[in-house]
């Protein structure tokens, strides 16, 4: 292995543990053009397929979720743990909805099928305060 390739996996390491630090301090579930933006900063010569690449591959390592919120872009969060998620239907913000999670809804599913439920996902839709408040 010659001094370039391993300077590169270096450096490629250090910024999926950049990408996953801007993820695990924001709760703005970003995309991936949004992350892209912010590491330009410390990384002028980052190219947008190295952001998809390690997301990607944090993604395949359950260091980050990928959120399919029915926009165009997908975006991402770093927090694991089970929450349900707000999305504004206009403006498309999502935001975490720490709302206690409903264990019988698994149990009553898991009742009605013969498939093994392991968990769910909820996401609520409607309108932020924000957009409302333009609708007045």
């Given amino acids: 292995m010659n001094n370039h390739s391993s300077h590169t996996s270096l450096r490629h390491s ?3 543990d950049e990408i996953l ?3 695990r301090t924001t709760t703005s579930h970003p ?3 949004w992350i892209y933006q912010e590491m330009k900063k410390e990384f002028p ?3 947008l397929g190295t952001v998809y690449r390690n997301l990607a591959l944090l993604v395949e390592q359950g260091l980050v979720r990928k959120l399919e919120s029915g926009s165009t872009f997908d975006r991402f969060e770093a927090r694991l743990e089970p929450h349900y998620h ?3 239907s206009r403006c498309r913000v999502i935001s975490d909805f720490d709302m206690p999670g409903y ?3 698994n ?3 898991a009742r ?3 498939f093994k439920i392991q968990g769910h996902k909820i996401e609520f839709f409607g309108l932020c305060s924000t957009c409302r408040a333009q609708q007045s």
């Fill in 112 to 114: 009605m099928t013969d």
């Fill in 103 to 105: 264990q019988e809804i």
């Fill in 21 to 23: 630090k801007l993820l």
């Fill in 31 to 33: 995309t991936a053009d």
């Fill in 45 to 47: 010569h980052l190219s």
């Fill in 14 to 16: 250090r910024q999926r």
């Fill in 86 to 88: 707000l999305i504004c």
């Fill in 107 to 109: 149990e009553r599913a």
